[in-house]
């Protein structure tokens, strides 16, 4: 059963290989950390998300997230300047066994660096979680720690991290391959917001 956990309860059950439900400057994620890869695989099975679905990687700094890409473009440093810590989504080479990790079909990975505090000095201890929106897929994500105790009641999640109401808002995915980049998702920063910076 779901138990509400405080910071060093969700870090503790985080580093030993559970899965947590924790807020992010969005709305509410079910998170798994990469070092333990049956929790990553756990994360597609609580949310029943397709397993051709990847799972986006939340780190603490620009530079976690450097360490985790095979390159980073000048497109990729404009746009990680520009909107992180932020609601943006990078979608950038990764090494193959990263990708195989989190699900992708290339070998690539999506990175963010959250604009919450709280969230980021977690990542600094846990390292980088595998983060989705806490949700059945294709439902609403949760914006709180009620919808997530009532969504995930019967899962595999083993806590919550209570953080307070979300906004509700999710984040932009841009994929960046090269000099080429391409809205897959437009979120809470719009194509005009990222053509501005680029342009």
């Not at 807020?23 to 798994?32: N, R």
């Not at 919808?147 to 899962?155: C, D, G, N, P």
Request: glycine letters at 8%.
């Amino acid at each position: 059963m779901i138990e509400v956990v405080d910071r060093d309860g969700a870090v503790h059950l985080l580093r030993g290989g559970a899965v947590v439900a924790l807020a992010t400057d969005t709305v509410y994620g079910v998170a798994a950390a990469l070092t333990h890869p049956d929790a990553v695989a756990t994360l597609f099975a609580v949310k029943h998300r397709p397993a051709s679905t990847a799972l986006p990687v939340l780190v603490g700094s620009l530079d976690a997230a450097r360490e985790l890409a095979t390159s980073w473009s000048d497109i990729a440093r404009r746009l990680s300047t520009a909107f992180w810590p932020g609601p943006l989504t990078l979608v950038v080479a990764c090494p193959r066994q990263l990708a195989d990790l989190v699900g992708s079909n290339e070998s690539s990975t999506g990175l963010r660096v959250p604009d919450d505090e709280a969230l980021r000095s977690l990542l600094v201890e846990t390292g980088p979680l595998a983060v989705t929106s806490a949700n059945e897929h294709g439902h609403p994500p949760c914006r709180s720690t009620a919808e997530v105790l009532e969504v995930f009641a019967a899962s595999a999640v083993a806590g919550v991290l209570d953080g307070g109401v979300r906004r509700g808002e999710v984040s932009t995915v841009v994929e960046v391959n090269g000099d080429q980049w391409r809205v897959v998702r437009e979120g809470a920063i719009t194509t005009e917001q990222l053509t501005l910076v680029l342009d």
